[in-house]
């Protein structure tokens, strides 16, 4: 993968005032404009963003990175989550599926700077602690807030929102890694945590993305990037029975 070093980038402060982009940000919500989504093609940081846009059928075109100008995923997920209804009803649930969303998101960048980005022989001993330890709290606390709400397939409430659908792709992302199978196991486990997994799985919205070219395009790119944090014989589950 390209670092984002040697790519071009845009500047984040513009000639607007930042009360005239307020402006266009929030008259955005109602109105018919495209989006354009710049990220590598992985199963990483980039793909819950790709899902909300599917999500709400919106106009919106997918490029690698060439610039950046809207920056960083949380950033980006939370916007378009809030613009397409999918932060709950009010204030206090919007909080409540930000903090579902970004205990997801440590998670996964845990598992990047703990298990993929050293040495291979400290990789086996990081691996260990991660599935031990940091995995282990993760799903039960997950479970344990789930079950709070009924455990109805949802984070918050009773209806589909950003949470929801990044833990979708949470599990989706270990279904790329190698040794992502023995996280899967241990998703499969905590029943309140995998109902909503296969909730997300049942929605129309995003039926057609998920066999879409493109999507399977971004599997293959997310196998081969993360194919050398395994061990030898190590093979990725295919991508799609985890979906199924």
């Not at 709950?88 to 409540?96: P, R």
């Not at 989706?172 to 199978?181: E, L, N, R, S």
Request: no cysteine; aromatic share 10%; net charge negative.
């Amino acid at each position: 993968m390209t670092p984002m070093s040697n790519k071009p980038k845009h500047p984040l402060h513009t000639k607007e005032s930042s009360a005239e982009i307020s402006k266009l940000l929030i008259d955005a919500k109602n109105a018919d404009i495209h989006f354009t989504l710049t990220y590598f093609e992985l199963a990483s940081v980039g793909s819950t963003a790709r899902e909300l846009l599917e999500y709400a059928g919106v106009n919106h075109t997918k490029k690698t990175v060439t610039e950046l100008h809207l920056s960083e995923s949380i950033v980006i997920d939370t916007f378009l989550a809030e613009r397409f209804g999918l932060l709950g009803d009010n204030i206090w649930e919007a909080n409540l599926v930000r903090t579902f969303y970004i205990n997801m998101t440590y998670l996964r960048e845990r598992t990047f700077t703990v298990a993929f980005a050293n040495p291979m022989e400290q990789r086996i001993k990081n691996r260990a602690w991660l599935l031990d330890n940091v995995l282990r709290k993760f799903l039960q606390d997950h479970e344990h807030h789930l079950k709070e709400n009924g455990s109805n397939g949802h984070y918050v409430g009773d209806k589909v929102t950003l949470a929801d659908i990044h833990l979708w792709n949470i599990v989706h992302f270990f279904g790329t890694v190698p040794w992502g199978q023995k996280v899967i196991d241990e998703f499969k486990k905590h029943s309140s945590v995998w109902k909503v997994k296969e909730t997300v799985d049942g929605l129309p919205q995003l039926a057609k993305w998920r066999t879409s070219e493109e999507f399977k395009a971004t599997e293959r790119s997310s196998i081969e990037d993360y194919a050398d944090t395994g061990l030898d014989g190590e093979d990725v589950v295919a991508p799609l029975a985890v979906i199924n």
